[in-house]
């Protein structure tokens, strides 16, 4: 034995974290693994500390929320996540006939299709990153491959996220190009907006993992644009088109390298917190998840299973933040509703240093608005 481990050398940091994770997780309870889409989420309220927390923990937060009092009314149903995974065997049927004639390529027989299975997530983000950098170097030689359900890590917050796109192609001239197949009909050659926004967002997530893998293999670019595969006109026969997803990329990498770091935000906890959903009492579990600042905004109650919690809180506390984003920059220093309905009746201050005030200014012009039309309600 050495005399390093004879003496108990310090676990390194990650080790560390690893190990404070699984505390506040709960020692008997398996992580939950993060995936793009919530990792899309994530990246677009990056002031959520509890949601950054929680994701990077595992914890699962959906009974989390139920144990709570506040039940999600969030996410896909059976029905609907049934309907995609039929769609998307057919789509990959073949060898992927129907998704590379999409791409255009006649011969799907020509196209590599490496096996990409390990042990772990680790071994098949490492086996997934070997086999891009294989299936570059075979593309000098005027081959297709494409990689189904890559799995590919990406740092967020200093703890390593496992990502799994639908499907990568590497086409011969060593571009990457991410697949993303949904089940929402593309009608006349365009789909929901809203949708294609979503999907856009979470496929920006993979081609940041990609990007990271890209950055050491030679002759390696991962392309800005994905390749979105939907049913045409309510059938089911798979229809493409290219998403441009550049200002998705951009504002999803800007928005994690805000983040802090879930260490840091671990650290100023009190010693013995825990989000053991199975060990803990709802009394106790309320009272972990106040030791943590949220910042709720109103497109949480779409993205995020805790959102009618905060909610609920953020409604107690009278922030307005509730009124939304938008608003809440408008308003400046005035920082709750109270606030604000006092700022407008002139009360709980200085009212001439107050009237200095743009902000204040502002909500008082608007308060005399509406006393003029009710009046002129009134008269008619």
């Keep these: 034995m050495s005399e390093s481990q004879a003496g108990g050398a310090p676990p390194a940091p990650q080790t560390r974290l690893r190990r404070r994770l699984a505390e506040l997780r709960g020692p008997a309870v398996p992580p939950r693994p993060m995936d793009a889409r919530a990792l899309a989420a994530l990246a677009a309220n990056p002031g959520c500390r509890r949601r950054a927390l929680l994701d990077g923990a595992g914890v699962d937060k959906t009974a989390l929320a139920s144990l709570l009092g506040s039940p999600a009314a969030y996410g896909q149903s059976q029905f609907a996540?049934?309907?995609?995974?039929?769609?998307?065997?057919?789509?990959?049927?073949?060898?992927?006939?129907?998704?590379?004639?999409?791409?255009?390529?006649?011969?799907?027989?020509?196209?590599?299709?490496?096996?990409?299975?390990?042990?772990?997530?680790?071994?098949?983000?490492?086996?997934?990153?070997?086999?891009?950098?294989?299936?570059?170097?075979?593309?000098?030689?005027?081959?297709?491959?494409?990689?189904?359900?890559?799995?590919?890590?990406?740092?967020?917050?200093?703890?390593?996220?496992?990502?799994?796109?639908?499907?990568?192609?590497?086409r011969p001239d060593g571009r990457w190009t991410v697949v993303e197949i949904k089940s929402f009909p593309m009608v006349d050659g365009?789909?929901?907006?809203s949708k294609v926004g979503a999907a856009a967002r979470q496929a920006a997530v993979y081609v940041l993992a990609l990007e990271r893998v890209a950055a050491v293999t030679a002759g390696a670019s991962v392309a800005q644009s994905v390749l979105l595969v939907c049913p045409k006109d309510f059938s089911n026969l798979p229809a493409g088109s290219m998403v441009d997803v550049r200002k998705q990329t951009a504002v999803t990498r800007r928005q994690l390298a805000r983040l802090t770091r879930i260490e840091d935000i671990a650290a100023d906890l009190p010693e013995g917190l825990t989000f053991d959903v199975e060990g803990c009492t709802p009394e106790q579990l309320a009272e972990a998840v106040e030791a943590v600042p949220h910042a709720y905004a109103p497109e949480c109650l779409a993205a995020c299973e805790l959102a009618f919690h905060c909610r609920e809180r953020a409604r107690l506390a009278g922030v307005v933040e509730v009124l939304g984003r938008s608003v809440r920059g408008e308003l400046g220093g005035l920082t709750t509703i109270g606030a604000v309905l006092d700022a407008a009746r002139g009360q709980d201050g200085d009212v001439d240093a107050d009237a200095d005030d743009p902000t204040v200014a502002a909500v008082r012009r608007a308060r005399a608005l509406r006393a003029e039309a009710l009046e002129a309600m009134a008269c008619r």
Excluded: C, Q
């Excluded at 065997?89 to 255009?104: F, H, I, Q, S």
């Design 81 to 170: 996540i049934m309907r995609g995974n039929a769609f998307e065997a057919k789509v990959k049927a073949d060898g992927g006939r129907e998704l590379l004639r999409l791409l255009g390529v006649d011969d799907a027989a020509e196209v590599l299709v490496p096996d990409l299975a390990a042990a772990g997530p680790e071994g098949r983000a490492a086996r997934t990153s070997l086999a891009l950098r294989e299936a570059t170097a075979a593309g000098t030689a005027g081959a297709w491959t494409l990689l189904d359900h890559p799995l590919l890590a990406l740092d967020v917050a200093g703890s390593p996220v496992f990502l799994e796109p639908d499907a990568v192609v590497v």
């Design 190 to 193: 365009s789909a929901d907006a």
